[in-house]
């Protein structure tokens, strides 16, 4: 079993941008970042995208986040936005891990 580098839970609301697919996302709020970037250094695989188990509502699902900015943009998939019935300008509740590689 993998070591959990960083444990985080946050709410954000899902936006949209025109990066790679599925272009909705939560931004990570900025009081998170510093730990991510520090777990970072022993999770990601390159171009900072950082890989995370994730859970949104009851929805499980693996995914990376996205250096954007300052902060990282967590993918929200068409599965979890379908299976939890969210989408642009909800608010959600989500819990991160982010894994040692």
């Known amino acids: 079993m993998s070591?959990?580098?960083a444990r985080i839970a946050f709410a954000g609301?899902?936006?949209?941008?025109r990066g790679p697919a599925p272009f909705l996302f939560v931004p990570v709020p900025d009081e998170h970042v510093?730990?991510?970037r520090y777990a970072?250094?022993?999770a990601s695989y390159g171009w900072g995208c950082v890989p995370v188990a994730a859970r949104i509502g009851r929805t499980d699902f693996a995914t990376s986040l996205f250096?954007?900015?300052?902060?990282?943009?967590?993918?929200?998939k068409v599965a979890v936005q379908r299976?939890?019935?969210v989408g642009l300008g909800d608010r959600v509740a989500t819990v991160i891990a982010v894994m040692r590689r």
């Open 3 to 5: 070591e959990i580098l």
């Open 13 to 17: 609301e899902i936006v949209e941008w």
């Open 34 to 36: 510093a730990e991510l």
């Open 40 to 42: 970072a250094r022993e």
């Open 67 to 76: 250096p954007r900015g300052e902060t990282y943009f967590l993918p929200v």
């Open 83 to 85: 299976a939890e019935g």
